[in-house]
C-alpha cells in the first residue's frame, strides 16, 4: 500500500522553524472523511515513526500529530518519542474523563500539549490547565476573539499559535496580540518596497544570475564576478568538493569549478546557492522550500515527457519563492534576469505542463489531495511515485542546505 505524507511548518517569531505538522493519506486514493479520522491519525502516528522517520520529515524539529477521542484513550502517541512529538487534541474531540486522564498521562510522560482550532468554553478548563499551546484558526475568527484568547491564555503559561495565516498584514496583527507560534502561507504574499531598500548584496547576487542568464557566458568574467563574493565563492567550492559529485581531485578556484560544471550544472548550482545568499535575512525554512520544490520539479521531467527540460524544472522550483526572498514583485525580478521564457511563463501564471508540475508540488505541501490527483491525471502520471520523489526532494533539500 503507498502512503502519502505531506508536512507544514510552524514558525517561532524570529522566523525560524519551530515544528511541522504532519498530514497523511493512506493509500493511492483513500481520502479520510470524518468517519475515518481515527484511521487516519493511527496511520500517521505509525508511518512517521517506522516508514518515513521522523528526523528525514522533520531534521530533528518537533513534530504536531492529529489526535482523537480513540487515539488519546488508547495511548497511541506514547509510540513517537516525547522529545519530538506534540500532542494536538483536535477541535471535535469531546474533553470528556477519559481524554482529560488521557492527557494527563501524556503531560505526566514529557509530552507537549496542543488544543486545535480552540474556541473557548467551559469545558475545555481540565485541559486548559495543562495545555502548552493553543491554536486559533485566523481564517474562521475574528480579531476581537483572536486577541481575547491571547488576554486570557498567555498569562496562564500557555503559548498561542496562529494558524491559517495567509497575509503578512494577519502576521504582524498576531505578533502585536502576542502570538509565539505561526502557522500558514504568509510567507507566500512578498512585502513589495522600493528597490532603494534592497540590501547591496542582494543587488551583487542578482547581478551574478543576470550573468549566468546570458546568451554567451564567459567562464573568466563570471568567475571574477563570484570571487568578488566571498560567502559564494566558499559556498561552491564547498559544495563541489561534497559527496554530491565525488570528484577524484580537489577543487582549489573557482574558474576549475565553473569549467567542471558546464553551462546547465552553472545555472543550476550557482542559481542556488545565490538564492541561499539572499535568503539570509529571511526565515531559513524558505529556502528548503525553494530546494524541496526545484528537486521535485527536476525529478517529474521524465514522467512529464520533458527529458530535455530537467535544468528549467529545477530553476522554476528554485525561484518560486524568489518574490519573497528578494521582497519585490516577482515579474520585475524574472524580466532582469532574463531567463529562459518557458521558466518565466510557468512562474508567472501562465498555462502548461511546468505550471501544472509547480502546482503539483504546492498542492502536495497543502495536502490538497483532491488537486494532487486531479493534475496528476492532467499530466498523465502515475500518483503513486509522487510519495517517493517528495521525500527523495526533503532529504536532498536539507543535504544541500546544511553543506
Known sequence: MEHFIARQPIFDRNGKVYAYELLFRSGLHNYFDAADQDQAAASVIANS???????????????????????????????????QAVVEVLENVTPDGE????????????????????????NW???LQIADI???????SGAEE???????MIPRGIRMLAEKVETIEDYEQAKAMGYQLFQGYFFSKPVIISRKDIPTNKYQFLRILKDIYSEDIE??????????????????????NSA????????????QALSLLGIREIRNWVSLLSVSAMADDKPAELVVISLVRAKFCEQLAEPCNLRGKKSELFLMGLFSLLDVIMSRPLDEILEE??????????????????RDILQLILAIEKANWDEVTGLSVQLGINEQPLNEAYMDAIKWAHKIYNL
Do not use: W
Open 219 to 240: 567562464f573568466q568574467k563570471l568567475a571574477k564576478t563570484i570571487q568578488s563574493e566571498v560567502s559564494l565563492s566558499y559556498k561552491l567550492l564547498k559544495l563541489i
Open 134 to 140: 493553543i491554536k486559533v484558526d485566523f481564517l474562521d
Open 244 to 255: 554530491a559529485f565525488a570528484l577524484r581531485h580537489k577543487v582549489t578556484n573557482i574558474l
Open 146 to 152: 483572536q486577541e481575547q484568547l491571547a488576554k486570557m
Open 337 to 354: 534576469i532574463t531567463i529562459d521564457e518557458s521558466i518565466q511563463q510557468a512562474l508567472l501564471g501562465g498555462g502548461g505542463t511546468m
Open 125 to 127: 478548563e481540565p485541559l
Open 49 to 83: 515513526s517506522l516508514l518515513f522517520g521522523l528526523n528525514e520529515m522533520s531534521a530533528g524539529a518537533k513534530v504536531f500529530v492529529n489526535c482523537t477521542h480513540k487515539v488519546l484513550v488508547e495511548d497511541f502517541m506514547t509510540v513517537l518519542p516525547k522529545e
Open 99 to 122: 481524554v482529560i486522564a488521557a492527557c494527563l498521562r501524556l503531560k505526566q510522560q514529557g509530552y507537549i500539549l496542543a488544543l486545535d482550532d480552540f474556541v473557548y468554553h467551559d
